[in-house]
């Protein structure tokens, strides 16, 4: 058996394990990310993050899916790394790191030691298209968005994502996130996400809310726009992300702000 120490961590019920790596001595295989991610005879997270050094940085972060493996940036990941590094003492309230998708900033807004709010500059990386019966955009990974009156009490987000999660549509990405979005008014949304990789409804999506925003925004807006603010409802708590539009209908600098929450620390045993 090893010993492996960790935090958990959670963006709004969107939770995780997050081990210090700076040593590079961690050693986490698939299997282990699975073992520790399981919510029954290990841990329990939607995901695990290990922070490690980089040279042109203030640290790198290596983000798995709960079913132990690699995967594209977690939005929600992003954000409660940039608070473990605080806690280790790397930054003070803002910082330069990267990912999957590249190089993110981010800033500390409140902090009590424990919990706070944390803001994360996000990117875009594929135009807003057409497909099926919604839009694909990829925002650091990608996701499928359908709007319509979805009853957040009563919606089977489970069934209806995890059947759009493997249409053939996207079997050259390895399928899709799947979001459902519900106006709340022209500045407001509620939004429901099934992960790949989780193979299940989560609290919230950072990736799948900023997705959802950008595209409801699309089809509700069709003026340049600067700094613009969408407020953001998921079953795990509030989000805002905001935004610059171009007069080509492009975005930028795109950032992502919600709650962040240290839960636990503790010593997990691996069986090899």
């Known amino acids: 058996m090893r010993r492996i120490h960790f935090y958990k961590y959670h963006g709004a019920g969107n939770d995780f394990v997050l081990i210090d790596d700076r040593q590079g001595s961690a050693n986490i295989s698939d299997h282990d990310v699975a073992q520790i991610c399981d919510r029954h005879l290990g841990v329990g997270a939607d995901g695990l993050m290990l922070l490690r050094k980089s040279e042109s940085t203030d640290f790198e972060m290596v983000y798995y899916n709960s079913d132990g493996k690699k995967a594209s940036m977690c939005g929600n990941g992003g954000r409660c790394i940039v608070a473990f590094a605080k806690h280790l003492g790397i930054i003070e309230s803002s910082t330069k790191f990267m990912a999957y998708d590249g190089l993110h900033t981010a800033e500390i807004l409140e902090w009590n030691g424990c919990k706070g709010i944390v803001k994360l500059r996000m990117e875009i990386t594929s135009n807003i298209k057409p497909c099926l019966d919604g839009w694909f955009v990829d925002t650091g990974s990608p996701h499928y968005v359908e709007v ?3 009853d957040s ?9 995890k059947t759009l999660r493997h249409n053939n549509t996207f079997s050259s990405i390895g399928g899709t996130n799947v979001d459902f979005v519900k106006a709340k008014n022209n500045e407001e949304i509620f939004v429901l996400t099934y992960e790949r990789g989780v193979e299940n409804e989560t609290l919230s999506c950072g990736t799948g809310v900023t997705a959802s925003a950008l595209v409801f925004d699309s089809l509700t ?3 340049t726009t600067i700094n613009k603010k969408i407020n953001v409802e998921t079953k795990g708590g509030q989000f805002a992300v905001y935004f610059d539009k171009t007069a080509d209908s492009c975005y930028e600098n795109i950032y992502l702000q919600g709650p962040v929450t240290m839960v636990f620390e503790g010593d997990f045993l691996l069986n090899d």
Request: glycine share 14%; no cysteine.
């Open 153 to 161: 009490n009563n919606y089977d987000v489970v069934k209806n994502g």
């Open 221 to 223: 807006n069709n003026t």
């Open 148 to 150: 319509g009156e979805y």
